[in-house]
């Protein structure tokens, strides 16, 4: 299978059920957005992180290609056949269980805090911007996606934000408040 196919020289790309449409169609757009919000999740793991947070990160990784996929496949076309690439409320269940579990591991938060800290808690930051930038795009979609998958990318963001937390507080880099 080449890298290259030509068939996007002209500006369309084709969804799961083989229809074109415009690379800058707000579909292509929103799981363009998600696939930032997984590069940068890579950037994140180029440092060195603890174990469990660089685990977390490959899964969530995962996962962003299911949304992609789910956000590519508008008509169901791959259905039941899915099933690598199906996020589902145990995924939003998993997060929100890491949240609660990094969130324990930081002082509470008393004021805003300014995005930054150590590199891979800054990149955690950024991250975390793309995926609410990616939210807003999916929401905007009509129709809306399923609503699983607002639910996912939406927590994501809340992870986002704990995961660099916890790296900084790991790291002993203070948080500056607003």
């Known amino acids: 299978m080449k ?28 799981y363009g957005e ?3 919000v997984n590069a940068w999740l890579g950037f994140v793991r180029t440092f060195t992180l603890d174990p469990d947070i660089d685990a977390a990160l490959i899964a969530i990784q995962r996962d962003l290609f299911a949304v992609g996929a789910q956000l590519a496949d508008p ?38 805090i300014l995005a930054g800290g150590s590199q891979p808690g800054a990149a955690l930051h950024i991250a975390r911007t793309v995926c609410r930038r990616a ?5 905007g979609l009509s129709p809306v996606p399923e609503p699983i998958l607002i639910q996912y990318v939406n927590r994501l963001s809340d992870l986002l934000f704990a995961m660099a937390r916890a790296v900084n507080h790991r790291a002993s880099v203070p948080e500056t408040e607003w």
Do not use: N
Not at 93 to 112: H, M, Y
Not at 135 to 139: D, Q
């Open 3 to 30: 890298l290259y196919t030509r068939t996007g020289d002209t500006g369309d790309t084709s969804l799961f059920d083989q229809r074109r449409v415009s690379k800058a169609d707000p579909l292509v757009d929103a």
């Open 34 to 36: 998600v696939d930032e």
């Open 75 to 112: 008509t169901d076309r791959l259905g039941a056949h899915r099933t690598k690439a199906f996020v589902t409320a145990d995924h939003v269940t998993r997060l929100e269980q890491l949240i609660d579990r990094l969130d324990a591991e930081v002082p509470p938060l008393k004021a805003f």
């Open 135 to 139: 939210e807003r795009r999916m929401v």
